[in-house]
C-alpha cells in the first residue's frame, strides 16, 4: 500500500497570504488527523476528519480550517497567515478503531516572511 | 503542567548501550503511541499500547496504566537510533494525539 503522502513539501509564503495543503491518507483509511509541529511548542493536534465530517479540534484560531473529500482526502487551510505560523504541517491517516496506529506523512514544511 | 511529560529531555549513549525514555501522563487514555522522528521531519510510530508490554527488535516498550507511566527501551543501542523519540497518548476514540516534548537522542559509536 502507498503511504500517507502530502502536498506541496515545501512552501513559502508572505504575511497576509493564505495556503492550502493536502494530504491522502493510506488506501482504506477513512480517519485524516492535522497536527503542527514548532521548536517553541512542539506537536500540537489542529483537527480530525472522519467521513467529511470534523470530529475533533485543537486549540488553534479560526484562521485554520480543514475539509475532507468524499475519497478520504483532506486539506486544511491556513488563511491571513502570521510569522507564527512557520511550521512543520503533518497529516496522519488512521483507522476508526479506537486501537488504530496512526500513519504520518512526510509533512509539509510552510515558510511564512 | 503538560498532560504528558518526558525524561530525559536529552540522551547521549555510547554505541551498544541500553537506553531508557520515560513517560508520564495526568489523563485517562485509550492508547499511548512511542513515536520516532529523525532529521528532516518524517515521523514513524514504533508502538500503540494500551496495557502491558510490546517488543520489535532492539525496542521494547512498556506501559503501566495503574501507575499512568510507560517506558521505551533500546537494546544494544546504535548511531542509526540517533533521533528524537516522542510519547504520545489518546483520550477515547478519536484521533486527537497530545504528545510529550520529545526526548533527543545521539548514540555515538
Known amino acids: 500500500k502507498a503511504g500517507v503522502t502530502q502536498t506541496p513539501r515545501y512552501l513559502i509564503k508572505t504575511r497576509g497570504q493564505q495556503v492550502t495543503l493536502s494530504c491522502s491518507p493510506i488506501?482504506?483509511?477513512?480517519?485524516v488527523s492535522w497536527y503542527q509541529q514548532t521548536p517553541g511548542q512542539g506537536l500540537q493536534f489542529l483537527f480530525e476528519?472522519?467521513?467529511?465530517?470534523?470530529?475533533n479540534k485543537g486549540n488553534f484560531p479560526g484562521r485554520f480550517s480543514g475539509r475532507q473529500f468524499s475519497n478520504s482526502r483532506s486539506e486544511m487551510n491556513v488563511s491571513t497567515l502570521e510569522l507564527g505560523d512557520s511550521a512543520l504541517y503533518l497529516c496522519?491517516?488512521?483507522?476508526?478503531?479506537?486501537?488504530?496506529?496512526?500513519?504520518f506523512g512526510p509533512g509539509t514544511r510552510l515558510l511564512v516572511l | 503542567k503538560n498532560e504528558v511529560e518526558q525524561s530525559p529531555q536529552n540522551l547521549t549513549a555510547q554505541e551498544g548501550e541500553f537506553i531508557t525514555i520515560n513517560c508520564s501522563y495526568s489523563?485517562?487514555?485509550?492508547?499511548l503511541h512511542w513515536l520516532q522522528q529523525h532529521p528532516g521531519g518524517g515521523i514513524v510510530s514504533l508502538f500503540m499500547?494500551?496495557?502491558g508490554k510490546k517488543k520489535h527488535g532492539r525496542l521494547i516498550a512498556t506501559i503501566n496504566i495503574q501507575e499512568k507511566h510507560s517506558s521505551l527501551h533500546i537494546t544494544a543501542s546504535h548511531p542509526r537510533d540517533s533521533a528524537v523519540y516522542i510519547c504520545?497518548?489518546?483520550?477515547?476514540?478519536?484521533?486527537?494525539?497530545?504528545f510529550g516534548q520529545g526526548t533527543i537522542l545521539t548514540v555515538h559509536p
Open positions: 496522519a491517516s488512521h483507522q476508526t478503531t479506537r486501537f488504530g496506529t496512526q500513519y
Open positions: 488506501s482504506g483509511h477513512r480517519s
Open positions: 476528519y472522519f467521513s467529511e465530517t470534523q470530529r
Open positions: 489523563v485517562g487514555i485509550s492508547a
Open positions: 499500547l494500551s496495557s
Open positions: 504520545a497518548v489518546k483520550v477515547g476514540d478519536y484521533g486527537k494525539l497530545t
